[in-house]
C-alpha cells in the first residue's frame, strides 16, 4: 500500500491578489472570473502521487482583509508551508507580503517553507512589480519564488511541486 504523507499549506497575502483563484486551479483545474470572496477562511485538500508516495495538501486559504488578520496564526500555525501571494500589477500587494513575511519569521513554525507567488502574470503589460524584485527579496529570506497565472494555469503545479521538494529537504529526504 502507498504511504500519504500530509501537508498543511496556508495561502496568505492581500484581498483580491489571487489566493482562492491559485487553490482552485490547483484543487480544480479551474478558473472563475467571479469567484466570491473569501470569508476568514477556507479549507481543501488534492491529493498528488510522488515516485512511490502520495502527498495529501491540506491547504487552507486565508481572507486577506484586515479584519480577519487575527485569525491568520490559526492557519499558518502547524503549516509545512506558507504560499505567500502577491499581485504583479500591485506594488502594495508586494509590501503586504513582506509584512507577513515578517510575521511568520516572529510567529510562524520555525522550519516553514515560505514560497512567494508573483501573481496574474498574464497581465505582465501592467506589471508594477518588477521579477527582479521578487527573486532578490526571496534570496534575502531563502524563500521559494515563482511567477503565476492563476487564470491560465501558468506555474501553479510548479509551485507546488516546488513546495514538496522543499518539505522534503528539510524533513531529510522523508515525508512525515
Ligand atoms: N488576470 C488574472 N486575474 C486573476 C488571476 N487570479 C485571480 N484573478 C482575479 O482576481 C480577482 C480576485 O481573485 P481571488 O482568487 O478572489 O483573490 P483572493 O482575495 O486573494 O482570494 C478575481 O476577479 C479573479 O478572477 C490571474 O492569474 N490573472
Ligand atoms: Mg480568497
Known sequence: MMAIRELKVCLLGDTGVGKSSIVCRFVQDHFDHNISPTIGASFMTKTVSCGNELHKFLIWDTAGQERFHSLAPMYYRGSAAAVIVYDITKQDSFHTLKKWVKELKEHGPENIVMAIAGNKCDLSDIREVPLKDAKEYAESIGAI?????????????ELFQGITFHVRMLRGGEMK
Not at 145 to 157: C, G
Open 145 to 157: 519564488v515563482v511567477e503565476t497565472s492563476a487564470k491560465n494555469a501558468i506555474n501553479i503545479e
